[in-house]
């Protein structure tokens, strides 16, 4: 229809481009995609990364694309078979017992079919106009969750947001705008000869914090950072301390960045002692809780954030341990009204002056972003379809799993455990008693590099203390103890060979 | 399996959990999804939103939830249908021709597939070995796309981020670092008692700007605001005074932050003319192409955006006017080493100290997320199938529509059209002779809400010098000049029955 308005000639068309948007081909489309997934989805065998050369990958890609400019070719299934071929082969195989190494997971599987379906109803959900069910179930959700943690349930306040760096900024913003209210309008420059704001975090906090103080306008030089006990927790007899010193270098303390389970080995921070200080202290409190949080839901485990309930606000992601497409982040605030404080201004054709029964609903005044997806969707209908009990099997399954490793690796002579696993996250090292360390600096690194480079199994690597180490991160429940057996001969025929060809 | 590993009397499992997995139900409800969309992209009325009252809503979305906690409940197809009904009827209707009120479409559903597929390989795409494919062709879409702006190809870079607020952020924190590089680690107080930091922004920029200005520590009073003329776009002839005013005030404007399509009236700020200007008082020039970067790609509109190549930073939402799913931003630099100035760190389990072939192509140093999700696969996918005049044809016929409903509505003498249209948003009054408007001030705003409420059509209302105005924003291709003579009908008819009730 619309190409024959603008008069283009018909000669000239390969279809008119209408097709693309006709029901007939969303399922012919549809059926191709849903076909590969579930042949993807049944594959069990023990696999990892197989590595692209990018140089190769882009001309791979470069082939699978039309050379039609003009007009609009028909529709090519073999095309779209191409494409998801090579998107499947040349990812992470998340699914795998052989994916050990990073914090996202084979996502349960009606989560993408949720996504789907938010991507074609297509209702961005910072406003309840455009994203109703989205805002309602938001709203469900942060009541169901909250019972996890245990706040008022009429003042406290939870969003959604694009990702934990995005919601530990947003908590900062709150923070740094509650203890400085004219920095919004006035800007940093406004407190002129009186002191520096500062913020007080983990030596072992994840590198979003340190971006976000850099970007409001702190200054990286302005993190006071918070000594380590050997758990590789905030160490909380150096705390005091730690902020009294800050103190008289002409730093105000604002806000201080505990984590619920670290990403280099998953320590949870002693909450509730930390809250003891804040409170004391007048110091907002914010608990990155991006990969730990979902232990909440785990009746075994909530203990290990026991405390939260003190916390100002808390980053939480779904897309980690809820299992989710990435991403889905949840940021809780202990005082609603707070929770308004991150940003401020207005935009008639977006924020309503007066708010009425559909506008209370929004939370583009809280979260960052205008055009939300609907992040919750995917949350929600799971929680919905299976309750908590879903999630919080998986979760004790694969923190067991850690303790399981923890066990079996602290019994090789060969191998130096780093920290008793809290969570599903164990570090480790492989020293053979053959190893001169001065004479191979990277070994660990090279062992995970080389380990990659096969296929087989996919881990990573950590600096602890400053030193190369191995890391697993169990997301997998496909995984169980022979795998980690496995992975411990890859490992050991890996560092032989690389000693062997030193 | 797993639950069996924990023990769990098999006696109070409704199921284990590892069903969720399973390929086959993957299937079953795939099915399901697809012949729900399938149906709902076959409808062909016209319908626009029906609202619902959000506490009715929340109780209906609860009764859909189990009240299982303990064990997981066997999936149930008829909630899960359900659930995606009242998704469904509940939203905006975005693929009908009575929608016409946002910059959000009724997306290319192979983009939904895809996004069901970027859910489930789940490789977040920061990092090249998490997300090859996506990484390589960002690449690619970079080339693709920089044909159209024609930057060096050696010395541009495009990264993708969440929505074109972190954009316009990520650009904006490049500018700042770009000329004040001592904030980044010492915070903006390290200016005492020289200058206050500024940037320039037109009265009609979107509150993405002022938020971000508000966020980087500078506040929201050091945003020069630079006057527009009747065309909406920023007055050349009014920038050197206003710029050399701050000046005078102690400001130091580092940024001047252009619009290509502002979200009121979709107008194009004459950016060869600001280049000029930027360029000659060493001004980074932002341009926030949000909604009408997606004119570069048709030949006959991308004159529009003459001058883009002078720009330093650009942001370019593929979710707007490419019709795909939110969100797709695209951020582009003049020069790629300026990309990498907006966030400064390290973090040793993320980012290699020595860069390899691999993480030449990562991107988090360049994109503020960590977890990100491949959202560049939804537009390449639909570019490789089918080359740009899929996007072209449909971009072009809006914008001609727009020009269409501009002349029929200037041809009323009882419409007031509020300016020429560039793109493809529209803004008038409707002003009866019978209305005395200081009898009814809120006119444009209760006939607005009416339409609405009548469900047939959806449009928008903006202030326009402060006062309320109807707003049409076409992204549907199915809407045509009959759909348009409708609206009219719709609007008169419903002005005159509120005029009737006063």
């Known amino acids: 229809m619309y190409l024959s308005d603008l008069g283009i000639n018909a000669e000239h068309r390969g279809n008119t481009g209408e097709d693309v948007f ?61 494409i998801i071929d090579l998107y499947i082969k040349t990812g992470i195989q998340v699914y795998s017992p052989g994916y050990m190494g990073r914090q996202f997971s084979g996502v349960i599987p009606l989560a993408g079919l949720i996504d789907l379906l938010s991507s074609i109803v297509n209702q961005p959900s910072s406003f309840y106009e455009a994203g109703p069910l989205p805002n309602v179930v938001e709203r469900i959700m942060a009541s169901e969750l909250n019972q996890f943690i245990g706040w008022d349930p009429e003042s406290f306040a939870m969003v959604t947001t694009s990702g934990a760096t995005l919601g530990n900024l947003t908590a900062l913003l709150a923070a ?230 923890y066990q079996i690796l602290t019994a090789k002579p060969d191998f130096q455990v780093l920290h008793k696993p809290e969570a599903n996250i164990l570090c480790f090292r492989y020293l053979p008693s053959n190893l001169v360390e001065k004479d191979f600096p990277d070994f660990q690194v090279a062992i995970r590099n080389r380990i990659t480079e096969k296929g087989k199994f996919f881990i990573s690597k950590v600096d602890i203390n400053s030193t190369g180490s191995l890391r697993v991160v169990f997301m997998n429940h496909e995984i169980n103890s022979d795998h980690i057996q496995m992975l411990i001969s890859e490992i050991t025929k890996t560092g032989q060979e690389l000693l062997n060809q030193l």
Not at 222 to 234: A, G, H, T
Not at 332 to 339: A, C, G, M, V
């Open 176 to 405: 740094r705008n509650h203890t400085f209210p004219h920095i919004w309008s006035e800007g940093i420059s406004a407190l002129e000869g009186q002191y520096r704001p500062a913020i007080a975090v983990s030596e072992d906090a994840h590198y979003s914090i340190n971006r976000a103080v850099g970007i409001i306008g702190i200054g990286e030089n302005q993190i006071v950072r918070l000594p380590i006990n050997q758990e590789r927790q905030i160490c909380i007899e150096k705390v005091r301390p730690t902020l009294e010193a800050a103190e008289k270098r002409g730093l105000k303390v604002f806000c201080l960045v505990a984590s619920a389970g670290t990403t280099s080995v998953g320590a949870f921070d002693q909450l509730d002692q930390l809250a003891e200080i804040t409170q004391e202290k007048n110091i907002w409190l914010h608990v990155d809780g991006a990969h730990g949080g979902s232990l909440l839901v785990a009746d075994k485990l909530r203990h290990k954030l026991k405390g939260i309930d003190q916390a100002d606000s808390f980053v939480w992601d779904a897309h980690k341990m809820m299992f989710l497409p990435g991403v889905c982040t949840l940021l809780f605030y202990k005082n609603k009204e707070k929770s308004y404080g991150a940003f401020h201004q207005q935009a008639s054709y977006v924020f309503e002056k007066v708010p009425n029964i559909y506008t209370q609903f929004d939370s583009a005044e809280q979260n960052f972003e205008c055009t939300k997806r609907p992040l919750i969707m995917n949350l929600w209908v799971l929680w919905a379809l299976y309750g908590k009990a879903l999630f919080a099997n998986k979760i004790e399954y694969l923190c067991d799993l850690t303790q399981q490793a």
């Open 22 to 82: 006709d029901p007939d081909l969303f399922r012919k489309s549809a059926e191709i995609v849903i076909s590969k997934l579930e042949k993807y989805l049944a594959e069990s065998s023990i696999r990892g990364l197989e590595q692209s050369n990018p140089y190769v990958l882009l001309e791979a890609a470069k082939d699978l694309m039309t050379e039609e400019y003009q007009s609009i070719p028909a529709f090519n299934p073999e095309k779209l078979e191409a």
